[in-house]
């Protein structure tokens, strides 16, 4: 017996589990629904156990409450609670059905048949978790596909003990230790397409049903037309709420750190609200500008709409970079290009490309593109401003205004004296630009009209 009362014996650790299991026979049913309804201790275990309707639940809160005992009670009840503990561990190593080898065995084939691809799992232990009113289910050595595997040092799956007797098991949280994987459209975990309200497949049926949390991962993400994102010390938790599902993700990316955190709708029609800030990244290791844009830089992106059709709202400043291309002083010193003009430029703004010191853009999508309200851009003693449109073909519309550096101003004025016109009171030279052509290779030009304000930061 573990327990002893006045007049009456507490039932062994054994005989209560299974009585909470539903595996007694009918006389010892009866008989240990009878003690639990007039006993404290027994009562207190159990009602954590069983749903707060449960008949022996019910017939212990209708007998008046005494003070007889109290204190053998309370030092009985922790006993009880602490051999039951340890009985509905036992219990649910049963309720497994086959030892642990086999129990490993089991689960990695039914994971295959859920993934459409071979899972294996070095090995599997099974222990009380930290709480005490767990289980936590741990898998270590998991690895995923033949080729382009992924991997995980770890898995652990925690399952309250109060779902398993009431035959209902159901995981709390799943715990990823040391992941490593590649996401792209024909990758093992992906195949099929993944969206978290579809179930496309088990991969996004999970995350939009268990809370997620991820320790210390790589992740691999492909980019059409472009070299693959590599994030590594990925950390954080998703957790589904109420049909959405909410994240909290750091990563390291591009020599920088980039921190997600929002909630997006778990079906593709619903909402996403979701915010994306990078710091010191490097802007060379960035899709889609590599080639064409280097710099270090700081950005927010604001995500927006549906899983169907997002919408984009960035915010970003480049540091001591370059863009290819994108110098303006070529086409608006053509036809002046004298010895005095080209010793009065600075080298920094010689040659095509633009060398700046800062880059600030402000863009937002839009069905037909993106559309960029704000552009300034510092390098030496230029600044330039301006606001474009670039289509979906990545052609360029636009207009701003550049400031010519202090040193250019007067021999330019000397090579063509109608600029002396343009001039301000400080002796500066503001002059209109015009931007066409595309992304890869744009022409900015003087415009006819005369700018009347210098460009904004």
Not at 103 to 108: K, N, P
Not at 320 to 347: C, F, K, M, Y
């Amino acid at each position: 017996m573990i327990g002893e009362l006045p007049n009456r014996h507490c039932p062994s650790a054994d005989d209560l589990g299974t009585w909470i299991e539903g595996r007694s026979d009918a006389t010892e049913r009866t008989s240990i629904e009878h003690h639990v309804a007039s006993c404290d201790a027994c009562a207190d275990v159990v009602a954590a156990a069983l749903p707060p309707d449960d008949g022996a639940v019910v017939a212990r809160a209708a007998i008046p409450v005494t003070t007889v005992g109290a204190k053998r009670r309370r030092v009985s009840r922790w006993a009880i609670a602490a051999s039951v503990i340890v009985t509905s561990a036992a219990l649910a190593y049963g309720a497994i059905g086959m030892l642990v080898g086999r129990a490993r065995t089991e689960l990695a084939r039914r994971a295959s048949v859920a993934l459409g691809e071979p899972v294996a799992i070095g090995r599997m232990d099974l222990a009380l978790a930290r709480d005490l009113v767990s289980l936590e289910l741990r898998l270590h050595d998991v690895r995923i596909g033949d080729a382009d595997v992924t991997t995980a040092d770890g898995i652990a799956l925690v399952v309250p003990l109060a779902s398993l007797t009431a035959r209902a098991p159901a995981v709390s949280l799943l715990r990823v230790i040391g992941l490593v994987v590649h996401l792209g459209p024909e990758t093992p975990i992906m195949r099929g397409g993944v969206r978290a309200g579809g179930h496309h497949n088990a991969v996004a049926a999970v995350i939009g049903t268990t809370p997620l949390e991820v320790v210390e991962g790589t992740l691999v993400v492909d980019v059409p037309d472009a070299p693959p994102l590599h994030f590594d010390h990925l950390a954080g938790t998703t957790t589904p709420v109420d049909g959405r599902l909410h994240l909290s993700l750091d990563a390291a990316i591009a020599s920088g750190a980039v921190h997600a955190e929002g909630a997006l709708a778990l079906d593709d029609t619903g909402s996403i609200s979701l915010t994306i800030a990078g710091r010191q990244l490097t802007v060379a290791a960035l899709p889609y500008v590599q080639g064409r844009l280097s710099g270090t830089a700081d950005l927010d992106l604001k995500v927006t709409g549906t899983l169907r059709a997002p919408a984009f709202a960035i915010r970003t400043l480049v540091r001591d970079g370059r863009a290819v291309g994108w110098n303006p002083l070529p086409g608006l010193l053509a036809g002046i290009e004298t010895a005095e003009v080209h010793a009065a430029t600075s080298p920094q703004l010689a040659g095509p490309d633009l060398a700046f010191d800062e880059l600030r853009v402000s863009a937002a999508s839009d069905p037909q593109g993106w559309r960029v309200p704000r552009l300034y851009v510092t390098s030496a003693d230029l600044v330039a401003g301006a606001s474009l449109e670039i289509s979906a073909a990545r052609d360029l519309r636009g207009d701003g205004t550049v400031r010519m550096p202090a040193s250019l101003v007067t021999v330019l004025v000397d090579a063509k004296p109608a600029l002396a016109t343009l001039r301000d009171q400080d002796r500066t030279l503001i002059l209109p630009i015009a931007i066409a052509g595309t992304i890869d290779a744009p022409q900015i030009t003087a415009a006819n009209a005369r700018a009347t304000s210098p460009p904004a930061p």
